[in-house]
């Protein structure tokens, strides 16, 4: 296959795929470019209109950036493609059919922002980097829907590419799984910015433990002293004695007539009977 026989010169290309959720695929390109301070980069996106909104966001970034597709006149494209090369502009964002026929010397990376559908498409792409017994990078950026043309895409050049994921940006923990793909026996890879940062990590929370206050032992707790029991509590009980019955009142003297004495009220109340 004539592709086929194109790629065979671009042994000298290193292949990467750093899988992403979609959200922050933006993020992630700025990030590669900003920390790993690359200065001369063809990026690649799907749709003409992607490729002016990623152009954007880039200069928002403080990223020198500029965007070259078929919606531009010839001589836009021109002076877009003449400021990179003169190493005005950092990255380049181009479409497929723009970017045919362009001839850029040294160029030492590409990245695909958008994973092409068409495994021969992604072939071409590389092509622009890795020439003239150069070395070179071809950068992928692995959305989860991107997984089948990948597979395609490792058919095609006969090749696993390495998936390596970046810290903060690698997509929920379901579909890591299915986009680290290839073979399952390798554990995936991080990136470099990772293995430097897991021991700064590591030495921070150290520091932090040793800096917090420890706690002074609680002395054991005391239980509340209890009042002595009252002996008559605990006493058996006895029954009370009884109470002596109190005697029905003495009769009143009878007189001599067998009758008994009437009370002198009369004499109580003052009066004469």
Known sequence: MQVATRNAAADL????????????K??????????????????FSGTRIGANRLAHQLRKDHIHADAIHGDK????RELALQDFKAGKTAVL?????????????????????????????????????GRAGLTGEAISLMAPEDHES??????????????????????????????????????????????????RRGRDRGREREQQPREQPR????????????????????????????????P????SHGKRRRPQVAALLGGKR
């Open 150 to 199: 990948l597979a395609a895409i490792e058919r095609l050049i006969k090749k696993h590419i390495e998936r390596v994921l970046v810290p903060g940006f690698q997509p929920n923990a379901g579909t890591v799984a299915t986009l680290m793909g290839g073979d399952s026996s390798r554990p995936p890879r991080r990136s470099r910015e990772m293995d430097k940062e897991q021991p």
């Open 73 to 76: 006149s010839q001589a836009e």
């Open 26 to 43: 933006r993020e992630l390109l700025s990030y590669l470019i900003q920390t790993r301070e690359l200065k001369q980069v063809l990026v």
């Open 93 to 129: 964002v181009a479409t497929d059919v723009a970017s045919r026929g362009l001839d850029i010397e040294g160029l030492p990376q590409v990245i695909n922002f958008d994973i092409p559908r068409s495994p021969e498409d992604y072939v071409h792409r590389i092509g622009r980097t």
């Open 219 to 250: 002395p054991p707790r005391r239980e509340p002293s209890r009042p002595a029991a009252d002996p008559i509590f605990s006493k058996p009980y006895e029954p009370s004695s009884p109470q002596p019955v109190q005697t029905a009142a003495e």
């Open 252 to 255: 009143q003297p009878e007189n």
């Open 13 to 24: 290309v290193t292949h990467v795929v750093h899988p992403v959720a979609r959200e922050k």
